[in-house]
């Protein structure tokens, strides 16, 4: 039978969720555990996890879009299967009707309207949440209400610990808490009970038994046992210091929400424990014109000062969304930067000869060379001599490539494209210029083809033009290294024995240690300072 799939609760603050990126497609086999999407919640990205396995018959949320926490994420079944009555109004209850009996247990107890009819009218059970997507149970790191104490909707009861991190837990519910199930510092699995809220006065221990199926239930802790807790508490808030001195209590989510609004938290009075403010009090505060006390005394000890005309503006921003290629850019790169184990090496070169070649060879008639040129060159002959560093690695073996095709990033409106010089080795001085122009030219007019961007074996990113002196760069998989120029600079200089104008330049290999060990990585730096420091060798 079919399973309706919705957009899970990742973070316990989440109301809606993006879906980033879908990892399974429709028609694709989809196993336990395998990960479906991944998710954008309001605090991270996260890969949410398939809880049932057969074959994936519906997406209902595309790429990018958003939708609230409950609405339908997908549908999984059986190939072939008639899911219409499904996506017809009928997902909330198929999905109910396929859960196991424990399963739904335990949505019973989180929501009111499934609490068992043994439990009185207004008693809320309260589960363990399931605060991430791996998350199979959690630890509470503290309480931050004892029991006897009012919650209204909206109050942080505990700090939980996941497998990712420590949150803030909220009330879903108003009332006072009667008992608490998990002490501070225990762990529990998902779904065990973490606490009871309800009326003053209600029978806990018939709530208890009645929760177990009638059984024997553990008895409900004192206030009096409570209060040791409730001091513990009071050092881990969130805490600020008021303009006299005071402490000011506030929880790390009305910190967050209070500093992104600009609110002064000692402008706000708190409604928690021991005058704590919480979230709603941030959302519902009004700022006032009239200035608090502790303000006043301190303006009566100040003295008089001129008038300061403050800026009045309106903040703005505009939101665009990510475009396909700077999603293929930071996907790329950041498979590059997680993978590969970078490493990098410095060297600076005298470029004072390549300077006075330049110039010579640009008299020529129908001439025209750059340092990124020559640059290109010298790789390209480094490499016949280093051939390690012209390699792939994978995790069968590492492939070494019997050609060079010269990779250059080029910077465009979108982002940044890597055109390739196929069989760089081979070409000129001019014959690199003019194939770099071409290349470069359509790249940024966007009518380069995609064979055009494929194949590299080793990348060059040249920002001397931008006057960036020494910078690293992300190795453009699947090369083993990519090679940072920066710009050439006038400076003093010692030349033998004497201090002298000259100009040089900085350039930094990165390497990917798996194939490239730092001395080849050195080897093949000091052939190229051999290279530009004598152009007159590339041109044999």
């Not at 930094?508 to 004598?534: I, K, P, S």
Request: proline share 5%; with cysteine.
């Amino acid at each position: 039978m079919a399973e309706v799939i919705t957009m899970p609760r990742l973070s316990d603050t989440m109301e809606e969720g993006t879906v980033a990126k879908w990892l399974k497609k429709v028609g694709d086999k989809v196993e336990e555990g395998d990960i479906l999407a991944e998710i954008e919640t309001d605090k991270a990205t996260m890969e949410f996890e398939s809880f049932h396995q057969g074959t994936l018959l519906h997406i209902g949320i595309e790429e990018g879009d958003g939708a609230p926490v409950d609405s339908l994420l997908a549908i999984i079944g059986e190939e072939g299967e008639d899911i219409s009555a499904l996506l017809n109004g009928g997902a909330a209850p198929a999905k109910e009707e396929t859960k196991s009996e424990p399963e739904t247990k335990a949505e019973k107890s989180e929501a009111p309207a499934s609490t068992p009819s043994a439990v009185p009218e207004g008693v809320e059970i309260v589960t363990m949440p399931r605060l991430s997507d791996t998350m199979e149970e959690g630890t509470v790191a503290s309480w931050l209400k004892k029991v006897g104490d009012k919650v209204e909707e909206g109050d942080i009861l505990a700090e939980i610990e996941t497998d990712k991190a420590t949150m803030e837990f909220e009330s879903f519910y108003s009332g006072t808490l009667l008992y608490i199930g998990i002490e501070e510092g225990q762990g529990a699995p998902v779904d065990s009970l973490l606490a009871i809220i309800g009326p003053a006065g209600t029978d806990v221990d018939a709530v208890l038994k009645a929760q177990a199926g009638g059984g024997s239930a553990p008895k409900a802790e004192k206030t009096e046992e409570e209060k040791p807790k409730a001091e513990k508490t009071e050092t881990v808030e969130a805490t600020t210091t008021s303009q006299d001195g005071n402490r000011i209590l506030a929880s790390p989510l009305a910190k967050k929400i209070a500093s992104e609004k600009g609110i002064n938290l000692s402008d706000v009075k708190g409604s928690g424990d021991h005058g704590r403010i919480v979230k709603k009090d941030i959302e519902n505060f009004t700022p006032s014109q009239t200035t608090s006390p502790a303000v006043e005394k301190t303006a009566e000890k100040a003295a008089p000062v001129a008038p300061i005309n403050l800026p009045v503006g309106e903040e703005s921003f505009e939101e665009v969304k990510n475009s396909p290629m700077r999603k293929a850019i930071t996907k790329s790169l950041s498979a590059s930067k997680f993978t590969a184990p970078h490493f990098y090496l410095t060297i600076e070169v005298d470029m004072d000869n390549a300077k006075a070649s330049r110039e010579q060879i640009n008299n020529l008639p129908d001439t025209k060379v750059s340092f990124n040129d020559m640059v290109l060159k010298a790789c390209a002959m480094a490499l016949k001599k280093h051939p390690q560093v012209n390699t792939t690695w994978t995790d069968e073996a590492t492939i070494y490539k019997g050609h060079i095709h010269m990779g250059v990033a080029v910077a465009v409106d979108e982002g940044l494209v890597v055109p390739v010089i196929k069989f760089a080795d081979q070409l000129t001085l001019t014959q690199l210029g003019a194939a770099v122009k071409d290349l470069a030219g359509r790249a940024r007019a966007k009518k380069i083809k995609l064979d055009e961007m494929e194949g590299s074996t080793f990348t060059v990113s040249n920002l001397g033009m931008f006057g960036i002196q020494e910078f690293t760069s992300i190795i453009n998989k699947p090369n083993s290294a990519i090679l940072s120029v920066g710009a050439i600079v006038e400076k003093p200089v010692v030349k033998n024995g004497q201090i002298v104008v000259g100009n040089t330049m900085k350039v930094t290999l990165a390497c990917d240690h798996r194939t490239v060990d730092g001395a080849v990585g050195a080897q093949f730096l000091q052939t190229l300072r051999a290279y530009l420091e004598n152009p007159v060798t590339m041109l044999a």
